[in-house]
């Protein structure tokens, strides 16, 4: 685990939290992090508050190899994720000459204040190009700072994976238990993990109405060492009486 | 905004934060506490990791009137959360006898050493219902300790519920822009918020192949005043050249 490099996602909103509004960017980010070696290692989601906003950013960014940010920098008196990156970095938001060209052409002359927000950039800081609809998102030293819009913020993360040291990349396997519990998976399994350090060994149990078990995912960045210890794990529970034990990964 | 009762959610679970499951309880609990008056304040989610549990727990548990936790409780070697949660507190963990007898009479003999850890309860715990299967969470103080297959924490919030001091309720109001974007419903929309510091009012926007717009947002706990505003809300966009905004709550 040497190489490992840690990112965490800082999700900026009052509609997650009040649960208008289910979030999907984490997960995206996630899958989008783990084929290219990045462990997301922390998600926090903080209201529309300039203070939280504020410490969240500081805590992840001295903790983490990188921060992404979702939400929060469109035109509207609400999204203050520039003002409060910029004021964590103690540095000042300035009009990007780009992004005023980029809306100029878009709205001719109608750039009006809300629209200039949207062009504020902290100094020092470098685009994110947005591929889809409106201005760019940005990076200022390890923090990306994107749209909360799925569909821009997806493409948004296009323009961020270039731009990461990426490690190496974890490989992931599935073996699914049914007809059998945890109750009886436990002993095996936590033989094999302890035996595996190195390795991350997890259970995800399912319940319903076609019946329980639970799904076995042995996760390591040794694609060798993963490989043997799926199939000494299938061993160790072939006297368990499951119904059935297979492998489920494509 | 003097009752208001705040609330974070802990998801602890690697399988959130690989990706390879999109995390719902949240978004459950969000809802759930907003209809109770509940201010869902914050979300982390950490990797089963002890130090990293034990420090977030900690955070949180100080900071919001109550957490919420999902995940870890299972009966396998990567389920600590009730051993971080005693470790938080300070407490031993102690096999419940009610969840043990529960336990015996569903498996008869076979208790095993797996079994048996999902019996443990931090002293000074007291059990969460568990409506569907498997055994109880707990709570311990302002910390619930809940299930994180997503039918059984469901199961398990209708107790977690009626233990809440509950605040007044948010009221929440959205009136639908269609073919007007955020940089010409932001003016209106900043002097309307700036009016009125007691409600939160935000703007979410849409794009997609049926056109864009955006869903604006009126949230508070004085019904008169958000239906109020809701109404000069809709006054002040007459004349910004939308195609349609009309109010879309139930």
Redesign the interface.
């Known amino acids: 685990m040497t190489d490992r490099v840690t990112a965490a996602v800082l999700?900026i909103g009052?509609?997650?939290?009040?649960?208008?509004?289910?979030?999907?960017n984490?997960?995206?980010?996630?899958?989008?992090?783990?084929t290219y070696g990045v462990?997301?290692?922390?998600?926090?989601?903080?209201?529309?508050v300039k203070e939280?906003i504020i410490a969240a950013l500081n805590a992840l960014r001295k903790k983490y190899d990188y921060v992404i940010t979702t939400g929060g920098i469109?035109?509207?008196?609400?999204?203050i994720t520039a003002d409060c990156v910029a004021e964590a970095f103690g540095v000042k938001l300035y009009e990007h000459p780009e992004i005023i060209e980029m809306m100029q052409s878009r709205?001719q002359g109608?750039l009006?204040?809300?629209?200039r927000?949207?062009a504020r950039v902290p100094e020092g800081g470098s685009l994110v190009k947005n591929g889809?609809?409106g201005p760019p998102g940005f990076q200022i030293e390890n923090v990306f700072v994107l749209a909360g819009?799925p569909?821009?913020m997806r493409s948004m993360m296009d323009d961020v994976v270039p731009r990461l040291r990426t490690g190496a990349v974890?490989i992931?396997r599935t073996v699914r238990v049914e007809g059998a519990g945890?109750?009886?998976?436990?002993?095996p399994?936590?033989a094999l993990?302890?035996a595996h350090p190195d390795l991350?060994?997890?259970?995800?149990?399912?319940?319903g109405p076609t019946g329980?078990g639970s799904n076995l995912?042995v996760?390591g960045r040794d694609a060798d060492l993963v490989e043997r210890t799926v199939e000494d794990l299938m061993e160790a529970l072939g006297d368990i009486g499951a119904k059935s034990i297979a492998r489920v990964d494509a």
């Open positions: 999700v009052d509609e997650i939290l009040s649960g208008r509004t289910q979030d999907t984490t997960n995206f980010i996630a899958k989008y992090l783990t462990d997301l290692a922390e998600v926090r989601v903080v209201p529309d939280e469109g035109p509207t008196h609400d999204d709205w109608e009006n204040a809300a629209r927000r949207m889809v609809q819009v569909a821009v974890v992931s945890e109750g009886v998976i436990a002993e399994l936590a993990a302890k991350s060994i997890g259970s995800y149990p399912f319940f329980y995912v996760r």
